[in-house]
């Protein structure tokens, strides 16, 4: 049976090694299988901090994640960096992409250090360069683009190439940060629509980070951070 | 692991041009350190070989290794000479096989010239007991026939038939020559590499001849012996310098060495040339050991360089190592990463290196043996010179993985700093 709740956090405080200040204190967030939620508040608030606590690469002072139903913070950095290959889709604010590597090997990365991602990404029976492909057309990059190197592409192409290495191998959480903050307007909406309508096929709950409240209506959930974070009049306790 | 590896290599293939240089001058730092071991061994060897196949050096009594310059190396002089009749009393030993006397004293155009007996150019050996060839002409049967050194006749240019005028004593200076008894060139010999190859050779009658008329050092006033005339003289030699012994079996050296300290009536030693030379070799050598210093100090530098040349990219590159993080890339992944990059860069450079060398000893060692008379060895890959290069090749790797490992540590710290995002 797999586990309705993707994301659980509880009481979670986390304060960033030789600061006295907390950076967050969360008393719950929770986030269910399918869901897409939106996340907000200004720069310096911890938007990222909380990404990468999720993303096991921090670990909580007290308190506790769960991923999956896995305490991260009981699980060994190994385990932890495991879990998140296997589970987790990243998309940047820019600068998403390996540059020495072409398109299409961009696209295939997860499949790399997951054998999990690799398997599931075979699941319908398409070969693993299948499904980069298939996913790269579906986020309409032409097709003479995905030999090439990454850094041919314009901002705009690379921030949907990385929606598709974040979404190969159906994870079960996209977890975007200012993915569209570099793009204008325009294209803003028409990726989130793209970066959307892939993480519902694929099934991906979606955790989308933004300071741009003008984005939320596209969401189901909107969360805004200084209102969970009991910790939110501390402002620089969050960058070092 | 393996895709760490396509990784590494797509990477490096993307900065090729500073890292091929980074490559080259490793490359380079090894062919230096791995020709100048080589040199240093071959010229090591060159050294003490200078004379083989003699088991014995004898002369008057004095230190062993100013027997070996004079005698050997035509360095300095004798203090004290040896009388005739004791060398020829040696030379008929039942135990002794051949010798060679040797008079020194004279020189040519700064060249020393040596007066010996025809024996010389057959039982002479030096390097891997290799005898004397001659490059030209044939070896010297009358008084005043001269038989050069290879180095004397290429410096002075030289050819078969030139008349050349000899010095007394080993300085040079004019009013001193023996004018009046020039001598012929009968031949050439081939190079040796050894001091040989800088000897003017003639006859001990010659010797003897040049000096009929000169008493002290210096000519006497108003007396002169025409060439032709000389002849008619007893040319042979009262004393000589030093005498090349061979023995029938190598087992009686020692109770040679005795017999000819104990003779009574003169105050001799006989040398065994192998351990004075390596005693010697303790005072020239230590400008290889220098010069093994500086090609290490090259390799050094060249390391440090690709060091230089990963840790200036690192910067550039927080942005991939936080993406390859998110993509499930542990800590210690990106270590190897980084650290595979300085390995391999490494690695080519001493396979670069090593096909460097060899090409340039492939085409150089005749050269150097036609003009040097140094005999290169190459690139023995067996037996012992075998793993005395495999150790060097090792140490070089061994230091490449070391530096390569800084920029790896670096990558490691900077992506438990940045985590998913770096912070450039």
């Known amino acids: 049976m797999k586990s309705e709740t993707v994301v659980a956090i509880t009481d979670l405080v986390f304060r960033w090694p030789r600061q006295s200040a907390v950076c967050l204190d969360l008393p719950e967030l929770r986030l269910r299988r399918g869901e897409h939620a939106f996340l907000h508040g200004p720069s310096g ?9 999720i993303g096991g690469v921090l670990v909580p002072g007290s308190g506790s994640i769960d991923l999956l139903g896995e305490d991260l913070g009981r699980l060994r950095s190994t385990q932890r960096d495991r879990l998140r290959a296997d589970h987790i889709g990243f998309v940047f604010q820019q600068f998403n992409l390996v540059p020495y ?7 295939l990365l997860p499949c790399r250090f997951s054998a999990r991602r ?6 319908g029976g398409a070969s693993l360069r299948g499904e980069a492909e298939r996913l790269l057309s579906h986020l309409d990059l032409a097709r003479d683009l995905w030999l090439r190197p990454a850094t041919d592409l314009s901002v705009g192409q690379q921030q949907r190439v990385a929606a598709a290495r974040a979404l190969i191998g159906h994870p079960e959480l996209l977890i975007a940060d200012e993915p569209t903050s570099a793009l204008d307007a325009e294209r803003q909406e028409a990726f989130l629509d793209l970066l959307l309508r892939e993480a519902n096929a694929a099934g991906s709950t979606v955790l989308f980070v933004s300071h741009d409240r003008r984005l939320a209506s596209h969401f189901v ?20 | 692991m393996h895709y760490l590896i396509v990784l590494a290599v797509r990477s490096a293939w993307n900065r090729r041009y500073p890292l091929t240089f980074t490559l080259l001058s490793i490359a380079l730092a090894t062919s230096l350190l791995l020709g100048v071991e080589r040199l240093r061994q071959d010229v090591r060897e060159s050294f003490s070989q200078s004379v083989s196949g003699t088991d014995l050096v004898v002369g008057a009594r004095a230190s062993p290794i100013q027997l070996m310059l004079y005698a050997v190396f035509r360095i300095g002089e ?27 004293g004279d020189s040519h155009r700064g060249f020393p010239v040596l007066g010996t007996s025809v024996d010389y150019f057959t039982h002479f050996r030096y390097g891997d007991r290799q005898p004397l060839r001659m490059r030209a002409g044939v070896p010297f049967a009358g008084v005043f026939d001269a038989v050069l050194g290879a180095e004397v006749a290429r410096k002075l240019g030289y050819q078969l038939g030139e008349k050349i005028v000899l010095t007394h004593g080993s300085s040079g200076l004019e009013g001193a020559a023996h004018g009046d008894k020039p001598f012929f060139v009968v031949g050439i ?63 009686d050296v020692f109770a040679m060495q005795r017999a000819i300290a104990d003779a009574g009536d003169e105050a001799l030693m006989g040398v065994m040339p192998g351990v004075t030379l390596d005693q010697l070799w303790e005072v020239v050598g230590q400008g290889e050991q220098a010069l093994l210093l500086v090609s290490w100090m090259v390799a050094l530098v060249g390391l440090g360089g690709l060091v230089a040349v990963i840790l200036a990219s690192l910067d550039a590159r927080r942005r991939e190592l936080a993406i390859l993080r998110s993509v499930g890339a542990r800590p210690r992944e990106l270590l190897l990463l980084l650290a595979l990059e300085g390995f391999s860069v490494t690695v080519g450079g001493i396979v670069v290196g090593v096909a460097l060398l060899s090409a340039v000893l492939f085409f150089a060692t005749p050269w150097i043996e036609a003009h040097y008379g140094i005999a290169l060895n190459g690139l023995n890959l067996s037996g012992d010179d075998a793993t005395s290069l495999a150790e060097l090749l ?12 800084l920029p790896g540590l670096r990558a490691y710290r900077l992506s438990l700093i ?6 450039t």
Do not use: Y
């Not at chain 2, 090792?394 to 490992?405: F, K, Q, T, Y």
């Not at chain 2, 940045?418 to 912070?423: F, I």
């Open chain 1, 101 to 107: 590597l072409p398109v299409i090997d961009n696209v």
């Open chain 2, 394 to 405: 090792g140490w070089i790797l061994l230091a490449g993985s070391v530096a390569s490992l």
């Open chain 1, 221 to 240: 959930r909107d969360l805004a951070l200084p209102a969970l974070n009991r910790a939110s009049h501390g402002e620089t306790a969050c960058t070092i």
């Open chain 2, 78 to 104: 004798a203090a004290q000479n040896m009388r005739w009749t004791s060398a020829q009393k040696l030379a008929s030993h039942p135990a002794v096989a051949w010798s060679i006397p040797l008079s020194l």
């Open chain 2, 189 to 251: 010999l081939a190079p040796t590499g050894t001091p040989v190859d800088r000897t003017v050779h003639i006859t001990l009658a010659g010797m003897e001849a040049i000096h009929l008329d000169w008493q002290g050092g210096a000519p006497v006033p108003g007396f002169s012996i025409p060439p032709d005339l000389v002849r008619k003289f007893d040319l042979t030699p009262k004393t000589i310098t030093a005498q090349l012994i061979g023995l029938k079996q190598r087992g």
């Open chain 1, 45 to 53: 608030c911890g938007k990222s901090t909380l990404l990468s606590l």
């Open chain 1, 118 to 123: 690799r398997e599931q990404a075979q699941a």
């Open chain 2, 418 to 423: 940045d985590g998913l995002t770096p912070r």
